[in-house]
T-cell receptor
Framework: GNSVTQMEGPVTLSEEAFLTINCTYT??????LFWYVQYPGEGLQLLLKATKADDKGSNKGFEATYRKETTSFHLEKGSVQVSDSAVYFCAPLIKAAGNKLTFGGGTRVLVKP | NAGVTQTPKFRILKIGQSMTLQCAQDMNHNYMYWYRQDPGMGLKLIYYSVGAGITDKGEVPNGYNVSRSTTEDFPLRLELAAPSQTSVYFC???????????FGDGTRLSIL
């Protein structure tokens, strides 16, 4: 079946540290891949996306590359800020599931000054 | 610049009560979705709609009902509230099935 696995949190970092959040998925075909971010008390916001193999999505200093061979879409940021503290969700959009988003469990990131 | 608007933001219900969670979007999106988010978990799809007059079940539809009489509105109905329905509910919309979804700020619902 279709599933998403992302690293469990919480991830606690100091400002300017490097952040990686791993995400792998199981799906037939080639889904579009999304990262959503949820700031405290808010709904989810689209952070970045990639729609085909080797595409790199980027936004707000975050990047993720669509790796077809490893079915992964790891999120990275070179230098985090306190304002990046949030919960991050990996979400493939799987055609075989009727083009539905399948959400990972979320990774809470806490950046300390 | 409203996007997706959900009301109420918070609600406490007693077991067996009913209520409707409201969701409205002003982006003329055909696709609308209801999710629930339990603590420490990802979102699970309850119901979705691909256009006015059309609704379909998601992953966890039991205990809920929806209607879509207009493009703008997609209310979610709980008929007999149960403690297992304590959760945060998010409504979302998109312009197409393979397009990014836009989320409301959520409704935090507690059933005691």
């Amino acid at each position: 079946g279709n599933s998403v696995t992302q690293m469990e949190g919480p991830v606690t970092l100091s400002e300017e540290a490097f952040l990686t959040i791993n995400c792998t998925y199981t799906a037939t075909g080639y889904p579009s891949l999304f990262w959503y971010v949820q700031y405290p008390g808010e709904g989810l916001q689209l952070l970045l996306k990639a729609t085909k193999a080797d595409d790199k999505g980027s936004n707000k200093g975050f990047e993720a590359t669509y790796r077809k061979e490893t079915t992964s879409f790891h999120l990275e940021k070179g230098s985090v800020q306190v304002s990046d503290s949030a919960v991050y969700f990996c979400a493939p959009l799987i055609k075989a599931a009727g083009n539905k988003l399948t959400f990972g469990g979320g990774t809470r990131v806490l950046v300390k000054p | 610049n409203a996007g997706v608007t959900q009301t109420p933001k918070f609600r406490i219900l007693k077991i067996g009560q009913s209520m409707t969670l409201q969701c409205a979007q002003d982006m003329n999106h055909n696709y609308m979705y209801w999710y629930r988010q339990d603590p420490g978990m990802g979102l699970k799809l309850i119901y979705y709609s691909v256009g006015a007059g059309i609704t379909d079940k998601g992953e966890v539809p039991n205990g809920y009902n929806v209607s879509r009489s207009t493009t703008e509105d997609f209310p979610l109905r709980l008929e007999l509230a149960a403690p297992s329905q304590t959760s945060v509910y998010f409504c979302a919309s998109s312009s197409g099935s393979n397009q990014p979804q836009h989320f409301g700020d959520g409704t935090r619902l507690s059933i005691l």
